[in-house]
């Protein structure tokens, strides 16, 4: 494909329920990201993959969220017994490789609605 | 890694006027990246200023760099209805993590 894309675009579940959202990055794209928007709110950084290891998950708000990444290539963002405050818009990027040099392409996100 | 803090936190003006953001920063940075957000959509890599880098120019858009006061202004010339979005600045710190963080960025409308 020609760019990020991530699924479903838009989720609606009930408060304690389980979600997975998912994403493809760009092809030959090492480095994955995971950032959450809350309304009208800047992007609060998640978790960071190189490859399938996340070197970085200083971002994970509570042990309710998990990622994981197979085959260097798509990744799940789960997020267990869901709340509330849950509720964003979940936005996947990918780069040529983890340094931050090369530019992030963005998916056009998950809005995720916790009922 | 550092957020950046974009100013003013919103912006109004007349297609056909120039648009200027600026961008805060605290400290030294290999690159400073410019996003733009469009309602709805992701953010788009709009362009990359290194730090060894004063200006830096794609099509309309005018990127500066002030490494002594830590900041960068964007300049959209000439904007156009469709240039309406959310900008974001990304400072890559200099030997520190990889993660590029983003602040709440500016809130452009451009009034037809």
């Known amino acids: 494909g020609a760019g990020v894309s991530q699924s479903p675009s838009n989720k609606v579940t009930e408060k304690g329920k389980d979600v997975e959202l998912r994403c493809d990055p760009i092809s030959g794209h090492t480095a994955l990201y995971w950032y959450r928007q809350s309304l009208g709110q800047g992007l609060e950084f998640l978790i960071y993959f190189q490859g399938n290891s996340a070197p970085d998950k200083s971002g994970l708000p509570s042990d309710r969220f998990s990622a994981e990444r197979t085959g260097g290539s798509v990744s799940t963002l789960t997020i267990q017994r869901t709340q509330q405050e849950d509720s964003a818009v979940y936005l996947c990027?990918?780069?040529?490789?983890?340094?931050?040099?090369?530019?992030?392409?963005f998916g056009n996100g998950t809005r995720l609605t916790v009922t | 890694s550092q957020q950046g803090e974009e100013d003013p936190q919103a912006l109004s003006i007349q297609e056909g006027e120039n648009a200027t953001m600026n961008c805060s920063y605290k400290t030294s940075i290999n690159n400073l990246q410019w996003y733009r957000q469009n309602s709805g959509r992701g953010l788009v890599h709009l362009i990359l200023i290194r730090s060894n880098e004063r200006e830096k120019h794609s099509g309309r858009l005018r990127v500066t760099l002030d490494t002594s006061k830590k900041s960068s202004s964007l300049l959209i010339t000439a904007s156009r209805a469709a240039d309406t979005a959310s900008y974001f600045c990304?400072?890559?710190?200099?030997?520190?993590?990889?993660?590029?963080?983003f602040g709440k960025g500016t809130k452009l409308t451009v009034n037809p």
């Open positions: 990027a990918s780069s040529l490789d983890g340094t931050g040099r090369p530019p992030l392409h």
């Open positions: 990304a400072p890559l710190t200099q030997g520190g993590s990889e993660k590029l963080v």
